[in-house]
């Protein structure tokens, strides 16, 4: 059973420009969660996806977007990208009424922003 | 808003010595403290979750504990495949997960 996918592993965008990051649940999952890492910081919530709608979102400004497809899988959408973008992306599923211990995450996408 | 902080951020161990690392809250309406694992580049790993003050969770050299302020991983005679950093995340009303920084545990041989 592969478990969360993301692609791609590593990106490098120059200011200005907007990049899309992809998500892959684990099978069985339907909730699909993004999370930004900073360097040496906690993981930081942006938004949850379930049944194709945003549900949930964190602090992030309207530049963060996203999309879930009939298949629960998932993109995350910078526009406009800062230097302060840089980050881990991570993408966690879970299945939808159950709680944060059953969020399995990814390992993430280095995005670096130059 | 709901707030996490943990302590120390950056722990050193020699093998066989053990320790804690802190965990102190603040949330509206608790509805779960979690502790997770991450390696470099990695995602992080589920650990424990703990939802009420007095319940305690233990795991191989590993035990959390939870008061009605913060929580503490216990580590016991930790091993060098223990040095990670470890994240505690607090679930509050809304639903939303917030993250403390991690305490990065390096244990030498």
């Known amino acids: 059973d592969a478990g969360v996918t993301q692609s791609p592993t590593h990106l490098i965008k120059t200011r200005g420009q907007q990049v899309t990051l992809r998500c892959s649940p684990k099978s069985g999952h339907d909730t699909v969660s993004w999370y930004q890492q900073a360097l040496g910081q906690g993981p930081q919530f942006i938004f949850q996806?379930?049944?194709?709608?945003?549900?949930q979102r964190g602090n992030f400004p309207d530049r963060f977007s996203g999309h879930q497809f009939p298949n629960y899988s998932s993109e995350l959408n910078v526009n406009a990208l800062l230097l302060g973008d840089s980050a881990l992306y991570l993408c966690?599923?879970?299945?939808?009424?159950?709680?944060?211990?059953?969020?399995?995450f990814g390992p993430g996408t280095r995005l670096t922003v130059l | 808003e709901d707030q996490v902080t943990q302590s120390p951020e950056a722990l050193r161990l020699q093998e066989g010595e053990s320790s804690s690392l802190n965990c102190s809250y603040t949330v509206s309406g608790l509805r779960g403290l979690f502790w997770y694992r991450q390696d470099p580049g990695k995602g992080p790993e589920f650990l424990f979750t703990?939802?009420?003050a007095g319940e305690e969770k233990e795991k191989e050299r590993l035990k959390a504990t939870l008061t009605k302020k913060e929580s503490f991983l216990h580590i016991t005679a930790p091993k060098p495949e223990d040095s990670a950093t470890y994240l505690c995340?607090?679930?509050?009303?809304?639903?939303?997960?917030?993250f403390g920084i991690g305490t990065k545990l390096q244990v030498i041989p």
């Open positions: 966690a599923s879970s299945l939808a009424g159950t709680g944060p211990d059953t969020q399995y």
């Open positions: 995340a607090v679930r509050g009303g809304y639903q939303k997960v917030t």
């Open positions: 996806y379930y049944e194709e709608e945003e549900r």
């Open positions: 703990l939802y009420s």
